[in-house]
């Protein structure tokens, strides 16, 4: 069996001008937080790290 690898870029082509517009609009906005998402304390920012974080 032989693998690829591929960039998603690929699959997709370059992102329409709708999708660019979107994004620009997406960076200017704040993130809003509520009671069934609140915002993560500082603890809770480590422990959702810990798992992505390289080991030495």
Known sequence: ???V???LSELMGA?????LR????AEKKV???DEESPEMTAEQLIQFTLPFQKSP
Do not use: G
């Open 22 to 25: 979107e994004l620009e609009e």
């Open 31 to 33: 993130p809003v937080f």
């Open 15 to 19: 992102p329409t001008d709708d999708e």
């Open 1 to 3: 069996m032989n693998m």
């Open 5 to 7: 690898k591929m960039k």
